[in-house]
């Protein structure tokens, strides 16, 4: 059992609020997990030519002590990137002139215990062991701005309770998943996907529906067209919350097992595992609140 939030915002008031309407949402799915806790924000991209990378350091000795000017100083020794650094607790935002891949192979041979947690031009990602109450104090998730955002609070039942196995999982650049429920046939899709290339850093199963589904993106498939396959390809019980660079979307499998509610207004679209999550939010006695069907896809552009 797993609790999954989502919160997109369409006033430029509200995105200035993101984090202090998340909080309580996340806070609100404790009993729900937790185990562990995590969210991806998206906000405005950076310029085409730049990226970013979320980094966490407290599998280092240094923890959140880790020197993150000095890594920097010597990306740009070796690299010449115009790196710069913005820290908030064990995890630090990367930002870079250049394509990821180059960065996150010097990464990874600079620092191994530093772990990479995202990629992309919108994306910042958070995530650590504690209870949901303490990771967002641990990194400030009330002052948290941007368009919208993917949270989660994780209750282990198949794989060792540890940052990297937290959600949200991503993938490629831009784009994050988070799960309630359980799959059983992951390994079937790691053996379909690693002679492709794909690389696996966990033993987890919502691992294996996140590199699938970006994968698809990476084929072609637009949002739609990914999950579409995702109903064919994975099996299990499953609610999947998403965030692009410009999207926010819901399935649930053909059972709809595990839980989810959605309250839309004119100012925002929020989703949780119960609404109580939710209640709290402005205008929520007003909003249009629902069930989503099984085996439905919903998106929402921010």
């Given at each position: ?188 899709i790691r053996r379909m996907l690693e002679p492709r290339g794909i690389h696996f850093d966990t033993d987890n199963d919502t691992e294996a529906a996140c590199r699938f589904l970006e994968w698809r993106l990476r084929e072609g498939d637009n949002l739609p067209g990914a999950l579409q396959k995702g109903f064919e390809a994975l099996d299990g019980f499953y609610t999947f919350l998403m965030g692009t660079a410009t999207e926010l979307a819901l399935i649930r499998d053909p ?48």
């Open positions: 059992m797993c609790g999954i939030v989502g919160l997109l915002v369409k006033t430029a008031a509200l995105q200035e609020r993101l984090g202090e309407l998340m909080v309580p949402m996340l806070i609100g799915m404790s009993d729900r997990g937790p185990d562990s806790a995590g969210m991806a924000v998206f906000s405005d991209p950076l310029p085409e030519g730049q990226r970013q990378i979320s980094l966490y350091s407290g599998l280092t000795d240094a923890g959140s002590m880790y020197d993150w000017h000095g890594l920097v100083a010597a990306l740009n020794r070796a690299l010449g990137v115009a790196a710069s650094a913005r820290v908030r607790g064990n995890q630090a935002v990367i930002a870079f002139e250049g394509p990821v891949a180059p960065v996150r192979q010097w990464v990874t041979g600079y620092a191994p215990a530093l772990h990479v947690m995202s990629a992309g031009r919108s994306i910042d990602l958070f995530k650590d062991i504690g209870t949901p109450a303490e990771v967002a104090e641990r990194y400030g998730f009330e002052s948290l701005r941007g368009t919208h955002l993917v949270g989660h609070t994780r209750m282990a039942t198949e794989s060792a309770v540890t940052p990297d196995r937290a959600h949200p999982f991503t993938a490629g650049e831009d784009f994050c998943l988070v799960h309630n429920g359980s799959l059983s046939n992951p390994n079937g059972f709809a097992c595990k839980p989810a509610v959605v309250a839309e207004t004119d100012d925002y679209v929020a989703i949780a595992s119960e609404f109580r999550s939710l209640a709290h939010l402005p205008g929520v006695k007003h909003a249009n609140v629902f069930e989503p069907a099984p085996e439905e896809m919903y998106v929402w552009k921010r």
